[in-house]
């Protein structure tokens, strides 16, 4: 849509260039309305919605499970608690049932809890707690910071790609009245030679 506007705005002399430059961008503008409504129509941002909903319910389970906590408690047998667990699963995948066809089938036939889950479930309190902490607080609080870095630097580029536009399109305008008084006062300068 921008390629089209940029061509729209130009100013050619002879009407041959113009149309082709009209042809273009119809191109650019029906191009972008048809984009426009395959994104809408797939709905594309609700799928991920869902399923970063999905995944993180999904890691929030796992680290019930492998850390004792809440359903999962130490004095469940494990037996137990790999049945709770993988029964919880199963009611999160009837929650998402719309994300059925998004998902990886290859994802889907991995084992439910691996050996490493039983590994660190096994561990005493204290190096469940560590555990936790090193690779769930300490990699949030990095994953965080890394976003917002990257949040900021897309911030600025954006800021600083609308001021570029802006003044681009300023300058144009300047440019486009400039040559339309010019044209003006040469007309009128022939104009009265001529009389």
């Keep these: 849509m921008i390629i089209a506007a940029a061509l729209a705005i130009y100013n050619y002399q002879s009407t041959d260039p113009k149309l082709l430059v009209y042809v273009i961008s119809c191109f650019f503008l029906l191009a972008g309305l048809v984009m426009t409504v395959i994104v809408k129509t797939k709905k ?114 954006w800021f600083i790609t609308i001021i570029v536009a802006q003044s681009i399109a300023k300058l144009s305008e300047f440019v486009l009245d400039s040559e339309n008084a010019i044209s003006r006062e040469h007309t009128l300068w022939l104009a009265q030679k001529r009389s």
């Design 44 to 157: 594309y941002e609700d799928i991920w919605y869902q399923g970063r909903a999905l995944a993180e319910s999904c890691k929030t389970l796992t680290w019930r499970f492998i850390t004792c906590s809440e359903s999962f408690e130490v004095d469940m047998n494990t037996e137990n608690a790999k049945a709770a667990f993988v029964k919880r699963l199963k009611e999160l995948g009837n929650e998402f049932k719309e994300l059925n066809n998004n998902l990886n089938a290859k994802t889907l036939t991995l084992p439910n809890i691996s050996d490493e889950m039983l590994k660190i479930r096994n561990l005493n309190m204290q190096q469940r707690k560590e555990y936790y902490i090193q690779h769930r607080i300490e990699d949030q609080k990095k994953w965080y910071a890394t976003k917002a870095e990257f949040n900021k630097a897309k911030y600025n580029f």
